[in-house]
C-alpha cells in the first residue's frame, strides 16, 4: 500500500519506525531531501543487523564507528548497529555481549531493523536469511559473491518487488567500484570485453613466483603464513573465486545471469617457475584472469584461467594482492578499475558505501533500488574461441623433432609464431612455442596429436595468450 503525506511518498509496510520518524521530526519537503542537507536528525535512526563479525564484519563496525560523524552527515540521520549474529557465541569480543547473538533468524526476523549487512559468506545460512530478511520487508547490503553468482537474479528480483534495496559491491572487487559503475554510468555501453584480476591471493602467488623465480608450494606457503590464503585455498587457486566474480559482472553487464556450470574454469597450480621464465622471455607476464567476451549481440562467452598477457598491457602490471578490471566498451572505449581487492578494510569501503545508498533512499521515502537481471544468458563454448597459445614440451633431442612438430600443427589448422630452445640432460629438450591465432578445438586437437608423437615425451604446459 502506498500512502502520501505532503509531498513525501512512503511504504508503511516498510521501516514503519523509521517513516514514523521522518514523519515526527521533518516537515515533508525536508524528509525528502535529508540526505541532500548533510544534517543529522537526533531522532531518526537507521538500526542496522549485522550478520558476521569476522575479517569483514569486523571491519564494517569498525568503520561506523571511525568514520560515524561523516557517514551519518552523508545519509542525514543517525545509523546503529543493534544486534550482531555470530556463530560462537563464547568467543571474547571487545564490545558488549548483549549486543552477540547466535540466532542469526532473530536478526533477520526483528521488526525493528532497517537494514540486513551480511558478510557471512558461502550459501547456508546466509542464502536463507537473505531470502527471509527480503520477504521480511529488509534492506539487504551483501558481499557474498558466491550467493550472488548462484542466486542474484532471484534474490535481486524478490527485492525489487517489494521496492527494497539489495546492494552487492563489495561481493566483486572489495574496495575497487566495479558494480555500481556497470549499473549506472556504463549502462548505456554495450560491453564487448571484460578481463579482471579478481582474486588477491593467486595475484600475490604469481607476483612473488614471477619476481623470486619460487615455486608455487613455497608462495602458497608464505601466502598463507601471511594470512593473504586460507589454510583450504581451493576457492582461491582453482579459480572459483574469480569464476563467482566474473558471472556477477558478466551478468550486470549483459542483463543476464551467467550460468556457473557455463564458465570454463581452470587455476594455477599448473603455472611453474619456468613457466614464468619463459613468457617472461617472450615478453608476457601470466596472470589468473576472468574473461567476457561478447561474441554475438545476445552470446557471450565467459572463461577463468591463466592467461599470458603482453608487459604493457595494463593488467600486466597489476601485482601482489591487488585486483583489477579492463573493460571495452563501444562508446566509452577501454577503461581500468583497479585497488585492493580484498581484505577488512577495503570490502567495509564497498558495504558501508551500499549502506549509505540504502539510507539515502529511506529518508527520500523512495522505492528501492534494485536493478534486477534475468537468468538465460546465451553463451558459447570454449571451443570457438579464437586465441593465441602458449606451448611448452619436452622433447627427445634428435634430428628433424622441429619440423616433426610443426607439420603435425600445421595438419590441424595451427600455425607456429614464436619459438625458445634449451638442452636438457639425457639427451632431451625443451620446447616453447607462441602460435599465431588458432580455434581452441583446433589446438587441443593438434596438441594431443603432438603429445602422442614418438619423439616428444610430454606436453609441459600450454596457456592462452591475450593481446
Known sequence: MRNHIGNVRY???????????????????????????????????LRIGLLGFGTVGSGVYRMLADNRESIEKKVGFAVEVVKIGVRDGSKPRELPSDLFTTDLGSIVDDPTIDVIIEVIGGTDPAGALVERAIQNQKNVVTANKELMAKEGSRLVHMAKARRLDLHYEAAVGGGIPLVQPLKHQLAGNAVLKMMGILNGTTNYILTEMQDKGADFGDVLASAQALGYAEADPTNDVDGFDTMYKISILASIAFGKQVPLESIHREGIRAVTRTDMHYSDLLGYRIKLLGIV????????????????????????????????????????????????GAGSDPTASAVIGDLIDVGRNLAAGGPGSALPYDIGAKTESIDTLQTRNYLRLIVQDRPRVLGTIALEFGEHGVSLAEMEMKTLPEGRGEMVFLTHPATESDFRAALTAVENMPNVERVANSFRVES
Not at 21 to 31: G, I, L, M
Not at 307 to 320: C, E, R
Request: glycine residues 4%.
Open 11 to 45: 511504504r508503511t509496510e516498510n521501516n514503519k519506525h523509521f517513516l514514523a520518524d521522518v514523519e515526527k521530526t521533518a516537515p515533508p519537503h525536508q524528509a525528502a531531501k535529508a540526505c541532500q542537507t548533510c544534517t543529522v536528525s537526533s531522532s531518526r535512526v
Open 293 to 340: 567476451d561478447a561474441v554475438a549481440p545476445d552470446r557471450i562467452r565467459a572463461r577463468v584461467h591463466p592467461t599470458l598477457l603482453p608487459k604493457a598491457h595494463p593488467l600486466a602490471n597489476v601485482h601482489g594482492v591487488y585486483n583489477a578490471l579492463w573493460l571495452n566498451g563501444d562508446f566509452v572505449g577501454d577503461l581500468m578499475f583497479s585497488g585492493r
